[in-house]
């Protein structure tokens, strides 16, 4: 059966794209098939994270209007076998997705055996961020140290719970996983920004994964490569555990500790 | 950066200042979530009114939205301070 996951926050700019990127490429490298579809029509950008953006020839609009087909649209990716990027459109018109054409794209990934389809929410709660989380089974509510996205986030919990195909036709509601990202613990123990154990207080639900603030995310969207296959990074090895246990593995949560600067560093900088 | 800056009283640290006003604000806005879209309105309406007469803060307002089987109640309470009211608006 295909999983449909969505990936939000109400807030823009929290780390959507990077997460989406990075969820569909660690459910590849589980060995799952995965399509990653971008749903911010008018500004496509998970084609740059993802690191295919010369290859977009067809786009999810032209999918939903019969100007292409998905086979077409679907863009393998270069290093796993399994996934597949299904970019935006960059179409002005915002009605250009209507929900009986997501079904349809969404009913011919099932037939196609796809094990997971990544929802790449636009931010706010407008017409895209309501279509991409409408059919979901689960949803990556990804959430920053902050106070407009901790409160963003919990209006975005509330959408979920009510305006959802799960919700609306009273079946088991969608499986919420909290993410919290641009995570600082050296920040957090000055006092200076909300701990996780806050943010899991205030919105009443836990973690299901803490990505550190790390230079190496932005150094993999300046590549094109999802951070998540970084080895040498925090944050990638934090997506990988995040990714097992969306999968319903269980692993402690790492990288919460403040890094202490060693002597040289303090006294040579760096 | 001055060589005395140690003597300085260090600030308060805000993250504590961010929870607590997360807190009030999450918890306000879930108790008129799934209500009508007036509510919000109604309830500043309704402090207006009520500052007329009366000198109250806004959190001395409540509204709150409770659904039994088939009907709604919409209550509504307003801490009033001790003390005079207010003098008429100008």
């Known amino acids: 059966m295909t999983e449909i996951i969505v990936v939000t926050s109400g807030k823009g700019g929290v780390g959507k794209t990077t997460t989406s990127a990075s969820l569909a490429t660690g459910l590849a490298l589980q060995g799952k098939k995965v399509a990653v579809i971008d749903f911010d029509v008018g500004l496509r950008n998970l084609d740059l994270i993802m690191g295919c953006e010369r290859r977009v020839v067809y786009d999810f609009v032209n999918v939903v209007h019969g100007e292409a087909t998905l086979k077409q649209a ?31 794209v969404l009913d011919e990934l099932a037939k196609e055996e796809f094990d997971y389809v990544v929802c790449d929410s636009p931010a706010g709660i407008e017409k895209g961020a ?88 932005l150094a993999a969207s300046n590549a094109g490569v999802p951070v998540i296959l970084d080895d040498d990074s925090n944050a990638g090895a934090a997506y990988k555990d995040t990714v097992a246990r969306i999968l319903g593995e269980e692993r402690p949560l790492r990288f919460l500790e403040p890094v202490k600067k060693g002597f040289l560093k303090r006294v040579f900088g760096g | 950066m001055g060589i005395l800056d140690f003597l300085k009283r260090k600030p308060e640290p805000s993250a504590g200042v961010a929870k607590e006003r997360l807190r009030i604000i999450v918890a306000q806005e879930r108790s008129t979530r799934g209500g009508p879209d007036y509510l919000p309105l109604l309830r500043n309406e309704l402090l207006e009114v009520i500052r007329k007469y009366v000198n109250v803060d806004v959190e001395a307002v409540n509204i709150n939205l409770e659904r039994d089987s088939g009907h709604e109640v919409l209550e509504l309470s307003v801490a009033l301070p001790d003390g005079k009211p207010a003098t008429s608006a100008s």
Do not use: C, W
């Open chain 1, 74 to 104: 679907l863009i393998k990716d270069k290093r796993h076998e399994k996934l597949f990027v299904l970019a935006a459109s960059q179409t002005r018109d915002k009605d250009a997705l209507t929900q009986e054409g997501v079904e349809k």
């Open chain 1, 130 to 217: 309501h279509l991409a989380m409408y059919f979901a089974d689960h949803a990556v509510v990804v959430v920053n140290p902050e106070v407009s996205s901790v409160r963003d986030s919990d209006r975005i919990l509330g959408l979920l719970a009510s305006k959802t195909r799960r919700a609306e036709k009273g079946e088991s509601p969608i499986k919420q996983h909290l993410l919290l990202t641009r995570y600082n613990p050296n920040r957090v123990e000055a006092g200076e920004m909300l701990s996780v154990k806050d943010v899991e207080e205030i919105l009443g639900i836990s973690v299901v994964g803490v990505i550190p603030e790390s230079e190496n995310v």
